[in-house]
Each structure stands twice: as structure tokens, then as C-alpha cells.
């Protein structure tokens, strides 16, 4: 095939991607343009229409101390740093897969104050943030039982649009006060409308776009959800390691640089088969000035589960290698280097099954 010919395939198949994307005519108002001011402008379920195709929210948004515990329906998630509140999302029920439960899954969280389920201590294996001028991303090992997701499942991604574009959760919102445009102050909580989250594998990778920041919709794309972490978020995260760095912003989801020229890469649709072969290989953006800090001190102020382990750490905060190039491919060890698939998505592709950290 020749390049031209190959370039109107793709634009053929991203139109295709697009066209699947359809507002439900019960809730026609797609969840990113739901603004709500926290907390006080927060509603107790932001999508209740009994009328939609999917149904309603299983869940609701205003949480506080009455909600927190370990059967938490909170469908507001919070993202501030690493050792404040870092949280994945999971399925409410145990050994549950993504695939099945996109629309169901709740808030957990590694320390109280929000409402939500806590992550079980020693539950997350290896964490790396990087916070770059225009998003935050999350990206580590983790053991996906104690948030529910069954032992063997690669999992899937979520994100606030979905075929209806009502979520995944459906009404799920995002909140940080980790950008410099709210200097960090919890009474200031901006609503994120743009961010994705791949779970499963034994990893995860959560990215959040600054509300305030440029290229938003591109940075925090959601149309690659077959090529999982590997492409939407590169990392370096390494088991036994939590460590929070400055970065460079990445590239585009899909777009790339081959000879000089710029391209932009569209997968296919599920029903021609298997991702067998991408055009280019994602790499970690540039990072620096990382930050280690004990894997214990993730969850202060909860209790400790009786049996639970915690991932060995450094003691306290300390200064790494001024300058670290996250360009660079570290050791990588158990289980999410093989979240690089979507099989929540239907890909049965092997190509990505070691992808995750590549």
C-alpha cells in the first residue's frame, strides 16, 4: 500500500473511531461539558436519567466521612501527589473485570478524607508521578485483587467519555489541586474533564490534563484504548520504587516523527482482528529533579489490614539524580510490564502483552 494510500486508511478508520462516539438521547449533554464547583456545586449523582441506554449511575458524587469505607459507592475521584491522595479507580465488587464493570467502578484511595474506599496498605508495588507543565501521570504496579479486579484480567481503560459519552464510570468526575493555577490549596479543587485511566495487568496508569493548561484533549486522548499504557502514558515506574518527578510534556498520543516528517498513527476498529504492528514505538518523556519517597508513608492515616505487607521503600523524602532521563529503559520486574493490552476492549493481541513499560 502505497503512503497516501495508507494515510486515507487511517483517516477512514478515525472517522469510523468517531462516528462510534454517540450522545445517549435520554442524557444528550456529554460528561465533559458537566461542570460542577466543589464541593458545593457537586450533585448527588451527576448522570440519574433511568431512561438511558446503560441506566443510571450505580454510584454518587457527594462523598464525605459517611461514605468512606470499603463498600464506598463515591464516584469522585481525587489526584493531589504521592504521598496525599493517589488513587486508581476499581470495580465495586471482588474479582470483577474492567471490561465488564467500565461503567460501575469506584473511587479508591490511598488515604482518607474523601469519601472513598481505601487502597489496602502494601496494595500498591511501585509508583512513579511525573508532573509536567500540562498534566499529571501516574503510572505503577499494583496488586489488582485488593481493589477488585480479578487476578487474571488485562484490564481496560476509563475515562469521562465512553460510546455515549457519558463516562466510564458513567457521572465518574475528577478533581486536583496539583496544578500551579490553584497553588495547591484543598479548598480550591478544579474539576479535570479531560484524563485517562488504564487498570489491569498487575498495573495501572491514571493521567490527568490541567483544566487550565494547553492541549488538553490531545495529551489526555482517549481513541487509543487498545494500545494501553505502553503508548497513552510511557513511563519509567519500577517495582519498589515511589518517586515523584518533573517532566517534559509527551508527544501526542499517536502522533510521531519518522525522517523528518510527522505523522499520526489511528488504530484500527476491533473488527478487523488483532493490533499486530504499530508504526512507532512511545518512550518516556524527559524527566528530572525526582523525589523517592517510603512506600508507607502512601497511607498514613489509615489502618494497616491485618496480613498486609508494604512494598519496601527509601525512609522519608530524598533527592535522586538531579537530572534523570526517562528516556532510558530501568530494570523492569513483575506484573506491569504486561499491561499493554485492552482485553476489556477485545484485544487478544500479543504484540503488547510486554508493552507496558517499553
Request: hydrophobic content about 30%; overall charge negative; charged content about 10%.
Amino acid at each position: 500500500m502505497s503512503p497516501s494510500a495508507l494515510s486515507s486508511a487511517l483517516l477512514a478508520v478515525a472517522a469510523i473511531t468517531l462516528v462510534r462516539a454517540q450522545p445517549d438521547p435520554a442524557d444528550p449533554t456529554p460528561l465533559v461539558d458537566k461542570h460542577y464547583a466543589y464541593p458545593s456545586g457537586i450533585p448527588y449523582q451527576v448522570d440519574y436519567n433511568t431512561a438511558a441506554i446503560r441506566g443510571p449511575q450505580v454510584g454518587y458524587n457527594i462523598c464525605n466521612s459517611t461514605t468512606e469505607n470499603q463498600s464506598s459507592m463515591c464516584q469522585t475521584s481525587f489526584v493531589n501527589h504521592i504521598d496525599g491522595q493517589l488513587l486508581p479507580l476499581g470495580p465495586p465488587q471482588p474479582n470483577s473485570t474492567i471490561g465488564d464493570t467500565e461503567g460501575q467502578e469506584v473511587a479508591w484511595c490511598t488515604k482518607p478524607g474523601h469519601g472513598t474506599r481505601l487502597i489496602p496498605a502494601g496494595a500498591l508495588q511501585g509508583v512513579q508521578l511525573i508532573k509536567t507543565p500540562n498534566y499529571i501521570q501516574i503510572a505503577g504496579f499494583i496488586d489488582q485483587t485488593q481493589i477488585n479486579i480479578a487476578a487474571n484480567d488485562y484490564g481496560g481503560e476509563l475515562d469521562p467519555h465512553g460510546a455515549d459519552l457519558r463516562g466510564n464510570p458513567l457521572g465518574g468526575l475528577m478533581y486536583s489541586n496539583a496544578f500551579p493555577s490553584n497553588g495547591g490549596n484543598n479548598d480550591s479543587y478544579q474539576q479535570v474533564t479531560d484524563w485517562t485511566n488504564f487498570m489491569g495487568g498487575n498495573g495501572f496508569c491514571l493521567k490527568i490534563c490541567d483544566p487550565a493548561g494547553q492541549n488538553q484533549q490531545a495529551l489526555c486522548q482517549n481513541i487509543y484504548d487498545r494500545l494501553g499504557c505502553a503508548y497513552n502514558a510511557p513511563n519509567n515506574a519500577q517495582k519498589g520504587v515511589f518517586e515523584v518527578c518533573d517532566g517534559d510534556d509527551m508527544s501526542p498520543v499517536g502522533v510521531y516523527t519518522t525522517g523528518g516528517a510527522t505523522s499520526t498513527y489511528f488504530q484500527p476498529p476491533e473488527s478487523l482482528g488483532p493490533i499486530t504492528t504499530v508504526p512507532y514505538t512511545a518512550t518516556p518523556a524527559p524527566s528530572s529533579n525526582c523525589v523517592t519517597y517510603s512506600s508507607t508513608s502512601l497511607y498514613t492515616g489509615q489502618p494497616t489490614p491485618s496480613g498486609a505487607t508494604a512494598s519496601s521503600g527509601a525512609s522519608g523524602a530524598k533527592s535522586t539524580a538531579s537530572s534523570t532521563n526517562s528516556g532510558a529503559s530501568p530494570a523492569k520486574t513483575g506484573g506491569a510490564a504486561t499491561m499493554g493490552v485492552s482485553l476489556g476492549a477485545g484485544l487478544v493481541g500479543v504484540v503488547f502483552a510486554m508493552a507496558f513499560l517499553s
